[in-house]
């Protein structure tokens, strides 16, 4: 689909920043304030999927005009202001992205939207949840990018900007689901978006920039979808997905694609048992990284390195690849961190070093690591907060804490009621086998008899 002709003349204007809206972001960074943001729509039961990048975009005057859940979420964080005060264009005088044609349809009764928010946010149903977001058919009125991606038709143009911003979205949306709830339920319900992507890059774009966002896109869409496939244990499936996404990152000279293709990859190889080749993805990582200035980008695949060193146990290499973490992560947050990277932060940082340690055979040490993870953890990520709680429980069960691993591992049970996760079901599984001979404990005995089947 290509662009309508309005829209096409109001891109050749370069955006005014919204100088208003980054003065009340004040001294936070750009993912700091993205958190602020989440946190505020769960306040009122909205959900956006707000990051860093999106937070740039309207700084940058990108979007002139946030839509409707947005529009709730940043009335309710800055009380008494206008749209106009927050420095967008009102409503009525944007069109194309930013604004609904007059003719749309009456959108959702209130009653009705509150009962789809109530099903997304106490069902465990990540089919509900991706409905609810965007991801399938909902009642009401879904967004133009939406029907692009959920109602695929053959292209009678080239892609234009709103096909772009539509993969961009369902990323966010995929990634922000993904968070809530894990994979399991969310890998096949990814896959139409993922197919619509790639349509729209064979179509071709209007220009090139739009067609490098095409590329960049439908990269992190594949990354994103793998990773789904990853956590949901469809393994082969998420090596597919990501040697897809170093094609596209290669094909379109995309160097921050590419270090995120080999992270994802390098995790992958060490959770399948392949050691030599995470590390060599994450050194191929680091060095397409080198040129995006982003320390916290670079912690990250080190912190991949020393995992695979930890897996051959390779005491030295895997505490050196640390040390260069510690070293890189200690530089701080910078606007140049790419915005998938919103999970990263100290809790991730404590988690990944407690796998190091788990896998050096020193369980106490990853276990006062993964308790900081836990503390840490933005209960957001829901799907790492109980990653964490189970590697806690299976570090405990190994050290010879029994009755406190059976208590962690309670609670990463009572949490997979909202989190669907191939995973961590099967750390907890090991950990269940671990704490078998202690099962006169009665806490031991009661988590053994709630994992098993029914």
Known sequence: MASSPTSASAASVPPAPNTAFRLLRGPRSPGEFAAAVRRAAREIGETVSCDARYVGRVEAGEIRCPNYAYERVFLHMFPGRTLTDLGFSARESVRGRGARPSTAPVPVPPEESDVLRRAFMTSGSATMAAATLGLGPVPGQPSAGERVLHEPRPLR??????????????????????????GDGLYRTAAGPLKAAYALLDAGATRQSTEDRLHTGAGELALSVGWLAHDSGRLDDARSHYAEALATARVAGDAGLEAHAFSNMAFLARDTGRPREAIRAAEAGQRAARVMASPRLLALLTLREAGGWAVLRDRRACEDALTRAHLQFSRGASPLDPEWMSFFGEAELELLEAQCWSALEEPSRAARHARRAIALQDPHFARNVALSTAQLADDLARSGAPDEAAAAARQALDLLAEVRSARVQAMLAGTARTLVPHQRNPRVAAFLADRAPA
């Open 157 to 182: 143009g080239r892609a234009g900007e709103a096909e772009a911003e539509a993969v961009e979205e369902a990323v966010r949306r995929i990634r922000l689901l993904d968070d809530r709830h894990g």
